[in-house]
């Protein structure tokens, strides 16, 4: 039809079609909105789409800023493109920020919340919510700030009423994120991006995604996985009320973490109950916090921390690539980076499980009784305050017991085959098991096992055992026992009753006291030796039916017998020399360790003489080896006759003693004559000994001077061209200091010997 000259033209409405549709401007859309082309409105009771209520809205906004607030009913709105606020209002709402920075704000009601790209704020509200932020640095917040813990905790608080009436799944996407929730059981996902996750709550699941995310579980027995990048993990309740130790706790099982800190240089904190924690790959730092946690370090350097409980701690790989520094070879070669894997370990208080792996590990087991196992290379253990077992693995460990009763390995424990165990003489790697152990205070049993261990007992009862090779056992305070093994030990008693074995080998006994008993066994290279440098004035009384065995006699200061000791099975005895040797002067006997310039001693030509000078020289083992014509040679008691000397005693191979007899002046024209000691040593009782180590002391007057030492005539100290030229330059600088003249050839000669010396063929005339 056709029509002119009409100026009103009436007509039926368009027809409603479900949405309310907004414009290409910056709309308000909400009950007084009336900008829909088909009269569509807000909380009308309209709707017309099949199966919505009268007031399920459907919004397009569109383009623009857009404000759109849906009202009641199951709304389901999309801002479309602009920086939108959304807001759904009761009900169940589907709310799509679109593109922009938006506002989404689901109110009560199980809401679904997806805020599209752009950097978006999406606020839950009451109700189980499901929130995907999308792309860009959101900030979601799903927390209703209603509704209590679902576990309750007498005096603390109630259990929640509806433990699934606020759970919330959140996908916050990519991008730096900010995600809290808050009652009952969420799962969030924290995607790409530096996230910053408080999931509240209950029994929540976290998944973290790559990059540095921080994540706090909160109350309740969350998992949580950190994923790749550098994490901040609280995974549980840090302090406060309701951070309460297992013992005394209410609620032992509403805060049981589980977390996997994924790759990464990663931090977790368990906190209250009982956790476990794998640090995976990645420098970590791993605090159980109190009660008993499982913490897995996995590879990297990590630190440790069990915190109160009774932990298990296992800061190893696990695999074969956990390999010895040094290698051994034939079986694996050397580790190529001995300091990936150096891991610190604090148990903290309660009987803690310890275990590390490669590379040099220390270790704290802390209060209570460990057990730990420090794996392979060069550890440092200590096992602190608790009856501990210590094994130290492979390595060179150094392995402080602590207090109490403790049990210690220095190398693999007793599950290990003897095989492994070798001596040097055949041992590919002698120095992959060189362990220092201190066992503290306690009645502690330790073993130093394969290589050359140094161990001390220290306080209380000891059982100590060394093991193969050349070990050297301190037993310390108390009545201790200790078996040098296999090798050549060194052993000493230390204070209390001891009771000393030495094993296989050629083993030193030193550091004796009344009431100890020595035993050098017969097994292997034998020759053993009792030391008893330092052990002040005594008898030996040997066994008339075998010399290896016998008892030596302490003795006061007036002879008579304080306290005895045993030994069998002894090929050599050192007596006390120096410290020891009495030198006879006007005030009586002196330790010629005690003298010094200016005292005056009794000579046999001269009288009363005053000493110039002091020297001392002293000689390790290794130094004895070096040179063994440099051997000190042991003058029995009685052996140059008369009863003289009056006591044992050991001097330097050229040091000189009077003989007179009556070969002397047969032979001589000489009454008595000097000797060396070397030169005797064919006579009986007279013979060059090993030593663990000598201190040569010699004492010079103005003139060369026959002293008594320990009773026999012996020579004072005569400087010769070869025996200075031998000295070190500072005693020889004394010496020129005090005597000027012995810097000449003619000094030398006119500080002449005291008496006729017997070169060793006409010594050896005495002899006959």
Same mark, same amino acid.
């Given at each position: 039809?056709?029509?002119?000259?009409?100026?009103?033209?009436?007509?039926?409405?368009?027809?409603?079609?479900? +949405?309310?549709?907004?414009?290409?401007?910056?709309?308000?859309?909400?009950?007084?909105?009336?900008?829909?082309?088909?009269?569509?409105?807000?909380?009308?009771?309209?709707?017309?789409?099949?199966?919505?209520?009268?007031?399920?809205?459907?919004?397009?906004?569109?383009?623009?800023?857009?404000?759109?607030?849906?009202?009641?009913?199951?709304?389901?709105?999309?801002?479309?493109?602009?920086?939108?606020?959304?807001?759904?209002?009761?009900?169940?709402?589907?709310?799509?920020?679109?593109?922009?920075?938006?506002?989404?704000?689901?109110?009560?009601?199980?809401?679904?919340?997806?805020?599209?790209?752009?950097?978006?704020?999406?606020?839950?509200?009451?109700?189980?919510?499901?929130?995907?932020?999308?792309?860009?640095?959101?900030?979601?917040?799903?927390?209703?700030?209603?509704?209590?813990?679902?576990? /309750?905790?007498?005096?603390?608080?109630?259990?929640?009423?509806?433990?699934?009436?606020?759970?919330?799944?959140?996908?916050?996407?990519?991008?730096?994120?900010?995600?809290?929730?808050?009652?009952?059981?969420?799962?969030?996902?924290?995607?790409?991006?530096?996230?910053?996750?408080?999931?509240?709550?209950?029994?929540?699941?976290?998944?973290?995604?790559?990059?540095?995310?921080?994540?706090?579980?909160?109350?309740?027995?969350?998992?949580?996985?950190?994923?790749?990048?550098?994490?901040?993990?609280?995974?549980?309740?840090?302090?406060?009320?309701?951070?309460?130790?297992?013992?005394?706790?209410?609620?032992?099982?509403?805060?049981?973490?589980?977390?996997?800190?994924?790759?990464?240089?990663?931090?977790?904190?368990?906190?209250?109950?009982?956790?476990?924690?794998?640090?995976?790959?990645?420098?970590?730092?791993?605090?159980?916090?109190?009660?008993?946690?499982?913490?897995?370090?996995?590879?990297?350097?990590?630190?440790?921390?069990?915190?109160?409980?009774?932990?298990?701690?296992?800061?190893?790989?696990?695999?074969?690539?956990?390999?010895?520094?040094?290698?051994?070879?034939?079986?694996?070669?050397?580790?190529?980076?001995?300091?990936?894997?150096?891991?610190?370990?604090?148990?903290?208080?309660?009987?803690?499980?310890?275990?590390?792996?490669?590379?040099?590990?220390?270790?704290?087991?802390?209060?209570?009784?460990?057990?730990?196992?420090?794996?392979?290379?060069?550890?440092?253990?200590?096992?602190?305050?608790?009856?501990?077992?210590?094994?130290?693995?492979?390595?060179?460990?150094?392995?402080?017991?602590?207090?109490?009763?403790?049990?210690?390995?220095?190398?693999?424990?007793?599950?290990?085959?003897? /095989?492994?165990?070798?001596?040097?003489?055949?041992?590919?790697?002698?120095?992959?098991?060189?362990?220092?152990?201190?066992?503290?205070?306690?009645?502690?049993?330790?073993?130093?096992?394969?290589?050359?261990?140094?161990?001390?007992?220290?306080?209380?009862?000891?059982?100590?055992?060394?093991?193969?090779?050349?070990?050297?056992?301190?037993?310390?305070?108390?009545?201790?026992?200790?078996?040098?093994?296999?090798?050549?030990?060194?052993?000493?008693?230390?204070?209390?009753?001891?009771?000393?074995?030495?094993?296989?080998?050629?083993?030193?006994?030193?550091?004796?006291?009344?009431?100890?008993?020595?035993?050098?066994?017969?097994?292997?290279?034998?020759?053993?030796?009792?030391?008893?440098?330092?052990?002040?004035?005594?008898?030996?009384? +040997?066994?008339?039916?075998?010399?290896?065995?016998?008892?030596?006699?302490?003795?006061? /200061?007036?002879?008579?017998?304080?306290?005895?000791?045993?030994?069998?099975?002894?090929?050599?005895?050192?007596?006390?020399?120096?410290?020891?040797?009495?030198?006879?002067?006007?005030?009586?006997?002196?330790?010629?360790?005690?003298?010094?310039?200016?005292?005056?001693?009794?000579?046999?030509?001269?009288?009363?003489?005053?000493?110039?000078?002091?020297?001392?020289?002293?000689?390790?083992?290794?130094?004895?080896?070096?040179?063994?014509?440099?051997?000190?040679?042991?003058?029995?008691?009685?052996?140059?006759?008369?009863?003289?000397?009056?006591?044992?005693?050991?001097?330097?191979?050229?040091?000189?003693?009077?003989?007179?007899?009556?070969?002397?002046?047969?032979?001589?024209?000489?009454?008595?004559?000097?000797?060396?000691?070397?030169?005797?040593?064919?006579?009986?009782?007279?013979?060059?000994?090993?030593?663990?180590?000598?201190?040569?002391?010699?004492?010079?007057?103005?003139?060369?001077?026959?002293?008594?030492?320990?009773?026999?005539?012996?020579?004072?100290?005569?400087?010769?061209?070869?025996?200075?030229?031998?000295?070190?330059?500072?005693?020889?600088?004394?010496?020129?200091?005090?005597?000027?003249?012995?810097?000449?050839?003619?000094?030398?000669?006119? +500080?002449?010997?005291?008496?006729?010396?017997?070169?060793?063929?006409?010594?050896?005339?005495?002899?006959?």
């Amino acid at each position: 039809m056709t029509f002119t000259n009409i100026e009103n033209v009436l007509c039926d409405p368009k027809p409603l079609d479900g +949405y309310v549709d907004g414009t290409t401007g910056n709309d308000l859309i909400d009950t007084n909105y009336t900008g829909d082309p088909q009269g569509d409105k807000i909380d009308a009771n309209d709707a017309i789409i099949g199966g919505a209520g009268p007031n399920d809205d459907y919004v397009r906004a569109g383009e623009g800023d857009d404000t759109v607030r849906s009202g009641v009913g199951n709304d389901l709105v999309f801002g479309g493109n602009g920086n939108d606020s959304l807001d759904g209002g009761d009900g169940n709402d589907t709310l799509n920020g679109d593109d922009g920075n938006d506002k989404l704000y689901g109110g009560a009601g199980n809401d679904s919340l997806d805020g599209g790209k752009g950097d978006d704020l999406i606020t839950g509200g009451a109700g189980r919510d499901t929130v995907s932020g999308g792309d860009g640095n959101d900030v979601i917040d799903t927390a209703s700030g209603t509704g209590s813990p679902d576990i /309750a905790v007498p005096g603390v608080n109630g259990a929640d009423a509806d433990p699934d009436d606020d759970k919330d799944v959140v996908d916050a996407g990519a991008g730096d994120d900010t995600v809290i929730t808050g009652d009952d059981a969420d799962s969030v996902t924290g995607g790409t991006g530096r996230d910053n996750i408080d999931v509240g709550n209950d029994k929540d699941t976290v998944s973290a995604g790559d990059d540095n995310d921080t994540v706090t579980g909160g109350e309740g027995s969350d998992s949580i996985d950190g994923g790749r990048g550098d994490d901040l993990i609280t995974a549980g309740i840090i302090g406060g009320s309701a951070s309460i130790p297992d013992a005394t706790d209410p609620a032992t099982d509403n805060d049981r973490d589980i977390v996997t800190a994924g790759e990464g240089n990663d931090t977790v904190f368990g906190g209250d109950d009982r956790d476990t924690i794998y640090g995976d790959a990645g420098n970590d730092v791993l605090d159980g916090g109190i009660d008993d946690d499982s913490l897995f370090g996995g590879d990297g350097r990590d630190s440790v921390l069990g915190g109160d409980g009774n932990d298990v701690i296992d800061s190893s790989t696990g695999d074969l690539s956990q390999r010895p520094d040094i290698g051994y070879p034939g079986l694996y070669p050397a580790d190529a980076d001995v300091n990936n894997d150096k891991d610190t370990v604090y148990g903290g208080a309660g009987d803690d499980n310890i275990k590390t792996g490669d590379d040099a590990d220390l270790v704290y087991g802390g209060e209570g009784r460990d057990s730990i196992d420090a794996g392979v290379d060069n550890d440092t253990v200590f096992g602190d305050a608790g009856n501990d077992t210590i094994i130290g693995g492979e390595g060179s460990d150094v392995i402080d017991a602590g207090a109490n009763d403790d049990l210690v390995y220095g190398g693999y424990g007793p599950g290990v085959p003897d /095989a492994v165990n070798i001596p040097d003489a055949t041992d590919a790697a002698p120095n992959n098991g060189l362990d220092l152990i201190k066992g503290g205070d306690g009645n502690d049993t330790l073993y130093g096992m394969d290589d050359k261990d140094t161990i001390f007992g220290d306080a209380d009862n000891d059982v100590i055992y060394g093991g193969i090779d050349d070990d050297e056992i301190h037993g310390g305070t108390g009545n201790d026992n200790a078996s040098g093994d296999q090798g050549n030990d060194t052993l000493f008693g230390d204070a209390g009753n001891d009771t000393l074995s030495g094993g296989d080998d050629r083993d030193v006994f030193k550091a004796l006291g009344a009431g100890d008993a020595v035993d050098g066994n017969e097994g292997g290279n034998d020759f053993d030796t009792l030391d008893l440098t330092g052990a002040g004035r005594y008898k030996i009384v +040997y066994d008339p039916t075998n010399a290896e065995n016998g008892t030596v006699n302490f003795l006061d /200061a007036a002879g008579a017998v304080t306290g005895s000791m045993t030994f069998k099975n002894i090929e050599n005895v050192i007596p006390c020399f120096t410290p020891g040797t009495l030198i006879a002067t006007p005030r009586g006997e002196v330790a010629v360790e005690s003298l010094k310039p200016g005292d005056r001693i009794i000579t046999r030509d001269n009288g009363m003489q005053e000493i110039a000078w002091v020297g001392r020289k002293d000689l390790t083992w290794g130094d004895l080896m070096a040179a063994p014509h440099l051997k000190p040679v042991l003058v029995r008691q009685g052996s140059l006759g008369n009863g003289l000397p009056e006591r044992d005693m050991l001097v330097s191979p050229n040091h000189r003693l009077l003989v007179a007899n009556d070969r002397t002046a047969l032979y001589f024209d000489e009454h008595e004559v000097l000797v060396a000691a070397k030169h005797l040593t064919s006579a009986k009782g007279v013979h060059s000994v090993d030593a663990a180590g000598v201190s040569y002391i010699h004492f010079m007057c103005a003139r060369h001077e026959v002293v008594l030492s320990n009773g026999a005539w012996t020579e004072t100290f005569q400087p010769g061209d070869q025996t200075l030229r031998g000295m070190g330059n500072a005693q020889r600088s004394e010496i020129f200091e005090l005597f000027p003249e012995l810097k000449t050839e003619a000094g030398i000669e006119n +500080y002449q010997s005291a008496r006729k010396t017997l070169k060793r063929h006409e010594a050896a005339l005495l002899m006959r």
